[in-house]
């Protein structure tokens, strides 16, 4: 796919991940765009972070709810994807839990 518009952080896009290994998460799923605007303006990757709907409760993996569905934010699964793994743009995930990623990020990179 092409991206046809600026991806922003907060964006939630359907990914394909395959092809993974050992226990990377895997499959076409949405994924949240992590990395900063001012690296997504001008970069064709992009750090993102998985949604799952099946997953148990880990200290870096965030509740959340998206298009009506409950699942977790993966953050301990985020990784750098081309713009071509993009398949669509389904949507922004809200400014709260957006902030709630950030706040985890920042402990989990702060020694």
């Not at 303006?41 to 009506?68: D, E, K, N, W």
């Amino acid at each position: 796919m092409v991206v046809s518009d600026t991806v922003h952080r907060g964006d939630v896009f359907l990914i394909a991940l395959d092809p993974a290994r050992g226990e990377e998460i895997r499959k076409t799923r949405p994924c949240i765009v992590v990395s900063p605007d001012e690296l997504n303006a001008y970069m064709h990757t992009y750090i993102v972070a998985p949604l799952t709907s099946g997953s148990h409760q880990y200290p870096f993996r965030i509740s959340c709810r998206f298009q009506g569905r409950a699942g977790h934010i993966v953050l301990d699964q985020i990784r750098t994807v081309d713009r071509e793994r993009m398949v669509k743009k389904l949507g922004k995930l809200s400014s709260t839990t957006l902030e709630h990623v950030l706040a985890i990020l920042q402990e989990m990179f702060t020694p």
